[in-house]
């Protein structure tokens, strides 16, 4: 669709064509509303479409990171490995983009820039980078949390003479590696993905480490025939047991022990059973790794153990284990030779706790120490997390309110679904949601069939505004921190707290209790007449939910 053919006004806006915008227009359609979505990238797949670095591949098995809306969709596609490749995941995106008409509600290459709620009409506008108009009745941000690629602010890259790349960025023709000098900043998800297969090409690759990271072997594999029967046999007890699970994947075992009730020996032998098994569940073999220092510190002993043993040289294998760490604090890389592969005399780590990087120069990265000169630097030094594309977009009301502002110390939400001051706009896997502490796409259908079983709800109450109650969502985020609290994961200096960007609020965002958990409060949320949200009609009443 070109910028003419744009309607001036729709139902809904959705911003952003990945699996939660996708699937969020698909049931506004069957809903009988008008959709108008926009997409920055060039084509659908959000986070899938941008990371399309060397290795990137999801982290949750592939039958289990898919739509589970439709029975046939399910049944017909078929994953090939464990774990799917960002190839395969786009394949897939493509295909349900394709199978349900989703393409032509979709301007894409257009950035949302401003979302302005007109408080006397009640409705948005939305405004692109060319400058186009939209009104909306309704405005749904299904803009990801991981989506805003952060470059970090080190001096002098403009001088840089070769070619850089952030692997959240990555150019849809590849790079080719080959013979080149590469240094790669950033060792986190992304980075572990990546460096062991620029190592493959690269004839020098220089690893820059800020913080040693835990990394879990992936276990991945093809998938086999009679075990994808099986589980599309059992597929709908299986999505209704992630649905209900703390997680949302199925298959997570669900520890009812601690891990200082097991003698060393027990512990010892689940553990290597849980990493033999690999994969994320590692931090579930006891139910208080990630509640008890004690317990975590048995967890992340072995792990550190792991390392030492994949990586030949003593000193090396130190340097690249975490120290004063809680394992599973940050997010849990999955690796396939990640730490293997800096047994290779071309692959050097470059600690920078012992020099820092200073700036960037025209040749390559200087720390305090030296100069390393290269040809090509990758940036794997991920996103501003869960509130970058939001406040990326000014979002306003007529009255001068502005979201930036509201959440200037931090995200408040209620439910994660919506903000108190801004009707009519609903945030899909927001903070203060499961989102990326879960099996986002859990998350994303979940959060996708309650705002569309709201929107009709309200068009039956004959209801055109909907707003959290400032009450409901103090209190929300008082739970939300409450749970988190009770955990170790806000000691972690992690994206989950925004520690990775100077100047974020420290502010634990995601919400801890579980997907089944805060499934079953939502639900009881609407059952009960949509408590905590205010409602009024077109004519001005004011009208509470039963009305
Ligand atoms: O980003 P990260 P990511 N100088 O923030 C370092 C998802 N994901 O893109 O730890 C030097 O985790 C930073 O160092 P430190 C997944 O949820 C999933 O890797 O801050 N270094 C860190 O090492 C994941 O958690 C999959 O000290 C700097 C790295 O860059 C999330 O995306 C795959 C620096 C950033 O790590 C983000 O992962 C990929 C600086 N100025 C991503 N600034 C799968 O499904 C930052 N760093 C498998």
Redesign the pocket.
């Known amino acids: 669709m070109t910028t003419k053919n744009l309607p001036t006004s729709v139902d809904v806006v959705v911003v952003g064509a990945g699996f939660a915008g996708l699937y969020m227009l698909h049931r506004l359609r069957a809903l009988g509303m008008t959709v108008q979505v926009f997409e920055a990238g060039s084509d659908v797949g959000g986070t899938w479409f941008w990371?399309r670095y060397p290795g990137?591949?999801?982290?949750?098995e592939s039958m289990e990171y898919s739509y589970s809306f439709s029975d046939e969709l399910q049944q017909e596609w078929a994953w090939t490995e464990r774990y799917a490749t960002q190839p395969e995941i786009l394949r897939y995106v493509n295909h349900v983009a394709d199978r349900f008409d989703l393409r032509r509600s979709v301007q894409f290459k257009t950035r949302v820039r401003s979302a302005v709620f007109d408080e006397d009409q009640d409705q948005w506008t939305i405004t692109t980078d060319g400058n186009a108009s939209v009104t909306a009745h309704f405005c749904i941000m299904a803009t990801g949390c991981?989506s805003a690629a952060?470059v970090?602010e080190?001096a002098g890259l403009s001088n840089f003479k070769g070619d850089w790349y952030h692997?959240?960025l990555w150019p849809q023709e590849g790079v080719d590696f080959s013979g080149k000098v590469v240094a790669v900043?950033?060792?986190?998800?992304?980075?572990?993905?990546l460096i062991p297969e620029v190592a493959k090409q690269a004839s020098q690759l220089y690893v820059?480490?800020?913080?040693p990271?835990f990394s879990l072997p992936a276990g991945n594999r093809p998938l086999q025939p009679q075990a994808v029967l099986e589980t599309k046999k059992n597929y709908a007890e299986l999505r209704q047991q992630a649905r209900g699970s703390p997680a949302g994947v199925a298959s997570y075992p669900v520890p009812t022990r601690s891990a200082l009730d097991a003698t060393p020996e027990e512990r010892e032998a689940a553990y290597e059973v849980r990493w033999q098994a690999g994969g994320t569940a590692y931090t579930r073999t006891y139910n208080d790794v990630m509640l008890s220092q004690a317990s975590n510190e048995t967890a992340a002993d072995f792990a550190r153990r792991k390392i030492a043993s994949r990586v030949h040289d003593p000193v090396l294998a130190d340097a690249l284990s975490p120290k004063d760490v809680l394992i599973g604090t940050?997010?849990l890389?999955?690796d396939d030779g990640y730490f293997e592969t800096f047994n290779q005399n071309h692959v050097k780590l470059v600690d920078?706790r012992e020099a820092p990087?200073q700036d960037i120069t025209a040749e390559g990265v200087r720390t305090s120490l030296t100069e390393y000169k290269v040809d090509a630097l990758i940036f794997?030094?991920?996103?501003d997390?869960m509130t970058g594309a939001l406040l990326n977009i000014d979002i306003r009301t007529s009255s001068g309110k502005t979201l930036a502002k509201s959440w200037a110390a931090g995200p408040r939400t209620y439910l994660g679904l919506m903000t108190a001051g801004f009707p009519n706009l609903f945030t899909i896997t927001g903070p203060g949601s499961p989102s990326?502490i879960s099996n986002v796409m859990v998350s994303i259908e979940q959060h996708v069939e309650w705002i569309t079983d709201c929107l009709r709800f309200m068009r039956e109450a004959r209801h055109t505004h909907i707003e959290a109650d400032l009450t409901a969502q103090d209190a929300w985020v008082a739970h939300v921190n409450e749970l988190a609290n009770a955990t170790l994961y806000p000691l972690g200096?992690s994206?989950y707290v925004g520690?990775?960007i100077p100047g974020k609020p420290r502010v634990f965002m995601p919400y801890v209790g579980g997907v089944g958990r805060y499934r079953q409060k939502c639900t009881e949320i609407a059952a009960n007449g949509y408590e905590g949200f205010r409602f009024s009609a077109a004519d001005g009443a004011q009208r509470s939910a039963d009305t």
Request: with cysteine; aromatic share 8%; charged share 15%.
């Open positions: 990371n990137a591949r999801c982290d949750v991981l952060k970090p080190i692997t959240g900043i950033g060792t986190g998800s992304s980075g572990i993905q820059f480490q800020r913080t990271t940050k997010r890389c999955l920078l990087i794997a030094t991920g996103f997390a990326v200096n994206w520690a990775n």
